[in-house]
């Protein structure tokens, strides 16, 4: 199975900061990758697919890039509402797998 | 609007059986392959199984293969997780969702998950 490595496992930021988290994949899987953000209780909202498609509805202060095995999740000036955690997902092999997440916390 | 409403988890002993069921409404549910996805309590996301549109494809992760079975009801709008042989490390929150566009491998809209505990 292809493994997924997030980092940080934790980042802290104030509002208005901008956050990157990066995704990393065992193997090459072009642009198959999707981004998550879940809160306590919630299930998991799609925000990105295929590496830099932003979902409809997504506000746009979220962005992703890259391909191969590399992949980014930026937010532009975080927001009150964007504490949370966020998730890669690969889509390129069986199984479909998760990083183990990161978590966005308030400084 | 799309919904996807999770049903059938409870507390279990290891061994035993559960079937899990999630009806999806709001959009045309034979037009898409549907997935079960799971999060151990503290823990992160773990896809456990998916399904073609017409049932004719299935895929499982390797821990749950031979002791899960993913199914479908197209007619009831409804998609099914048959569980045996369950074990103290199957305890989750079970979700369902929905995989679009059709056979890509990203999902688009979740249930609010259904606990499954397995303990004596």
């Known amino acids: 199975d292809i493994q997924m490595t997030q980092s940080p496992s934790t980042l802290s930021a104030s509002v208005g900061d901008r956050v990157t988290i990066t995704c990393r994949a065992s193997q090459s899987i072009n642009s198959w990758l999707a981004w998550y953000q879940q809160k306590p209780g919630k299930a998991p909202k799609l925000l990105i697919y295929k590496a830099s498609g932003l979902e409809s509805g997504v506000p746009s202060r979220f962005s992703g890039s890259g391909s191969g095995t590399e992949f980014t999740l930026t937010i532009s000036s975080l927001q009150p509402d964007d504490f949370a955690t966020y998730y890669c997902q690969q889509y390129n092999y069986y199984s479909w797998t998760f990083g183990q997440g990161t978590k966005v916390e308030i400084k | 609007e799309v919904q996807l409403v999770e049903s059938g988890g409870g507390l279990v002993q290891p061994g035993g059986s559960l079937r899990l069921s999630c009806a999806a409404s709001?959009?045309?549910?034979?037009?898409?392959?549907m997935s079960w996805v799971r999060q151990a309590p503290g823990k992160g996301l773990e896809w456990v199984a998916n399904?073609?549109?017409?049932?004719?494809?299935?895929y499982y992760v390797d821990s749950v293969k031979g002791r899960f079975t993913i199914s479908r009801d197209n007619a009831k709008n409804s998609l099914y997780l048959q569980m045996n042989s369950l074990r103290a490390e199957d305890t989750a929150v079970y979700y369902c969702?929905?995989?679009?566009?059709?056979?890509?491998?990203?999902?688009?809209?979740w249930g609010q998950g259904t606990l499954v505990t397995v303990s004596s």
């Open positions: 709001g959009f045309t549910f034979s037009t898409n392959w």
């Open positions: 969702a929905r995989e679009s566009p059709p056979g890509f491998g990203y999902f688009d809209y």
């Open positions: 399904i073609k549109q017409d049932g004719s494809e299935k």
